[in-house]
C-alpha cells in the first residue's frame, strides 16, 4: 500500500495496481493549492480532475465545488494552471454539473475545454438538485453534439441516474457512441456520450457491472471482494449491500454470498476513500 499522512494521520492511500484507472479529484477554489496537490500525488495516479460539481457546504461555502460553476474564471484559472503543471502524458480533466440555462451551460462548457482538458464529466442535476430526483439526462445530447463540433475530440462522460449496465443501454438510446469500461470490463456500444460515470452505485453493488446475473456469486465475486477490503480500496458490505446484490444474483447463490458477507464484514481494518467507476 501506499499510504499519505498528515501529522501521523492517513488522510488517502492507494495501492499500485489501481494506477492504470486511478484518476485522483481535487476539491479546490485556489489554482496554486490545486497544483500543489496534483504534483503531490502525480506518481501514484494516472489523472488528475477538478471537482466542480458537489453541492455539499463543505465544498461550496470555500468557494469550492459546484460553487465553481459560477466563478468561471477561477474554474478555468485551475484547470490551467493544473494543464500547464501537470506532465503532459497525465490528463487533466473537469466534473461539472448542469447550469440552470441551457446556454450558460454551453458557454461554460466551451470555456473549459478551451483550458485544454482532456475529458469532461457531466453529472446531469444541478446545483440546486440532489441525488433523489431525476437526472436531466435529455440535456447531454445537446451538450455532447457541442463538445463534438468544437472539434477537440474531448470525450464527454454522463453521471447520473446510472446504476447498472443497463442503465448504460438506456443512455445510449438517449444521448447518441457510448463506451462502456471499467477494470475489469471493456466493451463497446454505439450510442453518444462518450462514457458513463457510475460513483455511490459501485461502492454500494460490485455486480452493476455485470451484463448478466453472476451465476456463481461465491466464486466470481467474493474473492475479488475480499482481497478489495483487505488493500483498503473498498469497504465491507452492510446488511442494506447485501441485499443491494439481489438483483444480479441468483437466488441459489444470495444465501451463502450473505454468510460470507459477514465474514468480509470482520475481516479487518479498513478505510472507505471515495471512489467513482467509469463504465
Given at each position: ?209 455485470a451484463d448478466g446475473p453472476l451465476v456463481d456469486a461465491e466464486t466470481v465475486l467474493v474473492p475479488t471482494y475480499f482481497s ?52
Amino acid at each position: 500500500m501506499i499510504s499519505y499522512e498528515k501529522n501521523g494521520r492517513q488522510i488517502w492511500s492507494t495501492h499500485p495496481i489501481e494506477k492504470p484507472y486511478l484518476v485522483y479529484q481535487i476539491g479546490s477554489a485556489n489554482p496554486q493549492l490545486a497544483v500543489e496537490a496534483a504534483l503531490t500525488v502525480i506518481n501514484d495516479v494516472s489523472a488528475i480532475d477538478l471537482n466542480c460539481g458537489c453541492p455539499k457546504p463543505f465544498s461550496t461555502h470555500a468557494g469550492m465545488g459546484a460553487n465553481l460553476l459560477y466563478t468561471p474564471d477561477l474554474l478555468c484559472g485551475i484547470l490551467s494552471s493544473l494543464r500547464a503543471a501537470v506532465p503532459s502524458y497525465i490528463p487533466v480533466t473537469a466534473k461539472i454539473r448542469l447550469l440552470p440555462d441551457v446556454n450558460d451551460t454551453l458557454k461554460l462548457i466551451e470555456r473549459i475545454i478551451s483550458t485544454g482538458v482532456s475529458a469532461l464529466t457531466v453529472h446531469c442535476r444541478t446545483k440546486g438538485m440532489r441525488k433523489t430526483e431525476e437526472a436531466h439526462v435529455h440535456r447531454l445530447a445537446a451538450i455532447v453534439d457541442f463538445v463534438n463540433h468544437l472539434g477537440t475530440g474531448v470525450p464527454v462522460i454522463e453521471n447520473g441516474d446510472c446504476i447498472s449496465r443497463e442503465d448504460g443501454l438506456k443512455i445510449r438510446e438517449r444521448t447518441g457512441e457510448l463506451v462502456l469500461h471499467c477494470s475489469f470490463i471493456r466493451s463497446n456500444i454505439l450510442a453518444g456520450a462518450h462514457s458513463v460515470m457510475i460513483a455511490t452505485a459501485a461502492e454500494r453493488n460490485l455486480s452493476c457491472f455485470a451484463d448478466g446475473p453472476l451465476v456463481d456469486a461465491e466464486t466470481v465475486l467474493v474473492p475479488t471482494y475480499f482481497s478489495l477490503v483487505r488493500h483498503g480500496a473498498y469497504r465491507p458490505p452492510t446488511r442494506t449491500d447485501s441485499f443491494g446484490l439481489i438483483g444480479k444474483i441468483p437466488e441459489e447463490s444470495l444465501g451463502k454470498l450473505k454468510t460470507l458477507s459477514v465474514s468480509i464484514h470482520f475481516s479487518g481494518p479498513y478505510q472507505w476513500p471515495g471512489r467513482a467507476y467509469l463504465l
